[in-house]
């Protein structure tokens, strides 16, 4: 057992079971639907199922990230029990709760100077960020000290690669990412962007695909470009996706097609209440680690 705490948001969309395995702390955002709130708590308090049966018939969505004094009572927690702290945020181009993350920090430090608490921009998001986190376990588990985890998060994170796409841009309209006209043309084309997220940890649409087989291929393709090792690629691979279990498992089929030394299967995630909110049903995100992000 270590005597520090791994710890991250709950938009790093890992399933309960998987945060409780692993031994992962996290601390909740928090949505709102049809004017109720409800904290993005891994479907406890609605399930997703719900959640995106209500989107697609309509129900309008807002979230919010966690507030410095949530952020200070949590970390608390567990500096007053003499435990020291990791803890990886959604990445700032998304969100700005590193920034929060990073003032509860400094107000605990004068509490508790003899305590360490690392705070971690992840530049990523969703089951990416859940795939750092995994990783973040494992060498926890090898032995690795908080220090180590630390310096290993900072010059690692940005090789974890994310592609994903949406197959109806109504709520990229929504959002303000995509434009009306944009949006009811590309859905009368049936155009999926396909996305990434960069360097920068902010969402870039790379390129517009007709036709949503046609998208798949294009995300799984760019895993064989970018994967470590190529088609020698022997670690893990997550996917992500919002109601739409189906095709989740198309991608993962193609995956495990092209990459035979894969660690394990494909696992697949459900995208949680504060990315989907953003997304809507119908988005698969892809995961992997390869070249490092640049652009």
Sequence with gaps: M??????????????LEHFEKRDIKYICFHFEIDGKDYPDDLGKSISLDTFYQMMADGAMTRTSQVSVGEYAEYFEQFL????????????????????????????????YPDRK?????????????????????DLRDSGMSIDEL???????????????????????????????????????????????VDHEGKLIVRSKVRGKNAVMKAQVQKMVELAQDGADYDGECFISNSHCYDDARAVADMIEEKFPKLKGRVKIFDIGTTIGSHTGPGTIALFFWGAKRVD
């Design 2 to 15: 270590s005597d520090f705490i791994l710890s991250a948001c709950s938009t790093a969309d890992l399933s």
């Design 117 to 137: 608490l690392y705070v971690v921009d992840s530049l990523a998001a969703s089951a990416g960020f859940g795939l750092i986190m995994d990783k973040l376990a």
């Design 80 to 111: 007053s029990q003499g435990k020291d702290v990791l803890h990886l945020t959604l990445s700032s181009g998304i969100s700005g709760t590193y920034n929060s993350a990073m003032i509860a920090k400094q107000q605990l430090e004068e509490k």
């Design 150 to 196: 630390h310096n290993w998060a900072e010059e690692n994170k940005l090789n974890c690669n994310h592609w994903f796409f949406v197959s109806n841009l109504k709520y990229l309209v929504r959002n303000g990412r995509v434009s009306k006209a944009a949006g009811a043309i590309g859905n009368v084309l049936s155009i999926c962007p396909l996305l990434n």
